[in-house]
């Protein structure tokens, strides 16, 4: 890997590099802010190893710079404050990972190496469409037929029509006479 290291502490920044090339990777320094993010906007690296305080520019502002500039290299913050919001300032300008000083050049190496995995695996895929079949479900059954509420009182049903008045006169239906005619 091509490796920058931007680090103003520099018997620190100088085992780093010495550290990293045994392990086969290819390392520039810088020593303060300014040249640090000149180096990473201009070089080809495949990680940069940020110092978080730094003279003239902070590794906040370097990397927050090259996110703004669409810059995608990996940056491992490196930084002696252990405080959890400066871990996550630090991720939050842009930082792939942080480690904390004291740190480790094993597990260091084994960050540096997860990084170059993932920027080799590229950017996180976006999730699939939902399956077809989600949009061919049954029509929604039509709801029953309401029934006839009025503000959520019975409607009361209409009284029956009046009875026809009895017909009047009854002349036109004789009754047939209770007795013969003529006893
Ligand atoms: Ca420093």
């Known amino acids: 890997m091509r490796i920058l290291v931007v680090e103003d502490e520099e018997g620190l920044a100088e085992s780093l590099r010495r550290g990293l090339s045994a392990d086969g990777h290819w390392v520039d320094l810088a020593h303060d802010g300014h040249r640090g993010l000149e180096l990473a906007r201009t070089g080809p690296y495949d990680a940069v190893l940020l110092d978080l305080m730094l003279p003239g520019l902070s590794g906040y502002e370097i990397c927050a710079r090259l996110r703004a500039d669409g810059d995608p290299?990996?940056?491992?913050?490196?930084?002696?404050?252990?405080?959890?919001?400066?871990?996550?300032?630090?991720?939050?300008?842009?930082?792939?990972?942080?480690?904390?000083?004291?740190?480790?050049?094993?597990?260091?190496?084994?960050?540096?190496?997860?990084?170059?995995?993932?920027?080799?695996?590229?950017?996180?895929?976006?999730?699939?469409?939902?399956?077809?079949?989600?949009?061919?479900?049954?029509?929604?059954?039509?709801?029953?037929?309401?029934?006839?509420?009025?503000?959520?009182?019975?409607?009361?049903?209409?009284?029956?029509?009046?009875?026809?008045p009895p017909r009047g006169g009854g002349g036109r239906h004789r009754r047939p006479p209770l007795h013969p005619p003529g006893r």
Do not use: I, W
């Open 73 to 164: 290299t990996p940056v491992l913050m490196l930084t002696a404050k252990d405080g959890e919001y400066d871990e996550a300032e630090g991720l939050d300008c842009g930082a792939d990972d942080y480690l904390t000083k004291p740190f480790s050049f094993v597990v260091l190496s084994a960050r540096l190496r997860a990084l170059a995995r993932r920027a080799a695996a590229g950017p996180p895929r976006p999730p699939p469409p939902p399956p077809p079949r989600a949009q061919l479900r049954d029509p929604p059954r039509p709801r029953s037929r309401p029934r006839p509420h009025h503000n959520d009182f019975p409607v009361p049903l209409p009284p029956p029509p009046p009875a026809p």
